[in-house]
């Protein structure tokens, strides 16, 4: 099945500055890529995703590229800001024959410094 | 306001004690879908329903049942709940599965299990 693996699992920025998250996937067949956003207290929220004929999509200060060669993507969050400190999943659809799953990274906890 | 409910938000129990967490979601949506989410593993799949009265078992669905008597409703039973299912748990719908039917999560349940 697939396997999605994140990183870094913590990531401290300053206000201001850009950060990034990775991820890679094993399952050359997932086609769609989406990332959720949890607020402390919340459940997950979906912020951004991709689709596998794309390479890149942007919506204000957040942007995912995908390599499917290498079956690497990232999320892009330009000028951070303290209400971007959340934990943020990257997931990765695939087709199981039984219908789509959806697998999930392990996470990663941003905190946005003043 | 659309949305999906769980219910307790927290809960505490002792070794063997049946439970049931409840989830409510008013979309009309055909997919629901039970995650427990714990330190250092992401989101792993319970359960899963694509529609009424089909379940099916996600990736870590032993100690748990599920039942999709109605579209709306999702609960999650412990019949005889044990300490390693002390987690974070998330119901979540969509209405359907893959590209275009991103998942919408509840708040989560806090469980402890004494």
């Known amino acids: 099945g697939e396997n999605v693996e994140q990183h870094p699992s913590t990531l401290s920025v300053q206000e201001g500055d850009s950060a990034v998250i990775k991820c890679t996937y094993s399952?050359?067949?997932?086609?769609?890529f989406p990332w959720y956003k949890q607020e402390l207290g919340k459940g997950p929220q979906l912020i951004i995703d991709?689709?596998?004929?794309?390479g890149e999509k942007k919506d204000q200060r957040i942007a995912v590229t995908l390599n499917k060669t290498a079956k690497h993507f990232s999320l892009h969050i330009t000028e951070t800001q303290p209400e971007d400190s959340a934990v943020y999943f990257c997931?990765?659809?695939?087709?199981?024959?039984?219908?789509?799953?959806?697998?999930f990274g392990t996470g990663t906890q941003l905190k946005v410094e003043l | 306001e659309a949305q999906v409910t769980q219910n307790p938000r927290y809960l505490i129990t002792v070794t063997g004690k049946k439970l049931t967490v409840t989830c409510s979601q008013n979309?009309?949506?055909?997919?629901m879908s039970w995650y427990r989410q714990d330190p250092g593993l992401g989101l792993r799949q319970i359960y899963y329903?694509?529609?009424?009265?089909?379940?099916d078992k996600g990736d870590v669905p032993e100690g748990y049942k599920v039942s999709r008597k109605e579209k709306r409703n999702f609960p999650l039973i412990l019949e005889s709940p044990s300490p390693n299912q002390t987690s974070l748990y998330f119901c979540?719908?969509?209405f359907g599965q893959g590209i275009n039917s991103p998942l919408h999560f509840g708040n989560g349940t806090r469980l402890t299990v004494t």
């Open positions: 979309m009309n949506h055909e997919y």
């Open positions: 399952d050359s067949a997932s086609n769609y």
């Open positions: 997931a990765a659809d695939s087709n199981t024959g039984g219908g789509n799953k959806l697998t």
């Open positions: 329903s694509m529609n009424v009265e089909v379940t």
């Open positions: 979540a719908s969509s």
């Open positions: 991709i689709r596998s004929n794309v």
